[in-house]
Every structure is written in C-alpha cells, then in structure tokens.
C-alpha cells in the first residue's frame, strides 16, 4: 500500500521561503507521476508543480519563477521549494502520486493521482 507523507508546513511572513517534502513508500519500482496540490479555504483544489521519474516538470503559472520541485529518489523524496512566499499561498498542500505512468499534459489533473499525503499547512502572513 502507497503512503505518502507529508512535512515542512508552517507560518511565514510574505517574501520568505519554506520547502515541503513527501516521502513515498510501499510502492513498486518504475514510472511515476509525483505532484504538490494545495487547497485554500472555500476554494477548490489546484496543481502546483508536478515532475516524473525523468525528471520532467510541470509548475503552475502562479508560482513559476518562486517554486521548485525535486526529488532525491534514493530517499524516495520529492520536494517543493517555496521562495517569495506570497499571502495567496496560503493552503492545506498535498502530495500526490500515481505509479506505473508518466506525467500527462501540460499539467496532471488531481484525478490522474491514485495516492495521497495528509497534507500539510503552509501560512503566509503580510
């Protein structure tokens, strides 16, 4: 059973940095789609950035130029560097995955992702 955790949330000021993280486990070896999803109050759910086995990777236009994901798969890790914090980025942010496939699109859809993360808290304060 895939299991995805989550770390690294917290409460900033706007302009500062935080980096999240997920480790997979209890998956099988070979392709895979990871991806960050955040989720503000009374909003719906929206991708952020996404990057696949290959190390191909899909960001969202609201954060382009701010955030970055990386992986180290000898920790089974995935990241999201988060620079310039803005108040907007306030949410609950998940970690997805599906396995045995690529990354689709432009961006993967939430409904590609088979698995997820609890999530975790990021506040941004102006």
């Known amino acids: 059973q895939v299991k995805l955790v989550e770390s690294g949330g917290g409460s900033v000021q706007a302009g500062g940095s935080l980096r999240l993280s997920c480790v997979a486990s209890?998956?099988?070896?070979?392709?895979?789609?990871m991806g960050w999803f955040r989720q503000a109050p009374g909003k719906e759910r929206e991708g952020v950035a996404a990057l696949d086995r290959d190390d191909s990777v899909s960001l969202a236009d609201s954060v382009k130029g701010r955030f970055t994901i990386f992986q180290d798969k000898a920790k089974d890790t995935v990241y999201l560097q988060m620079n310039s914090l803005k108040p907007e980025d306030t949410a609950m942010y998940y970690c997805a995955a599906e396995f045995g496939t690529y990354c689709s699109g432009a961006f993967p859809d939430e409904a590609d992702f088979g698995s997820w993360g609890q999530g975790t808290q990021v506040t941004v304060s102006s």
């Open positions: 209890g998956y099988t070896s070979g392709n895979y789609c």
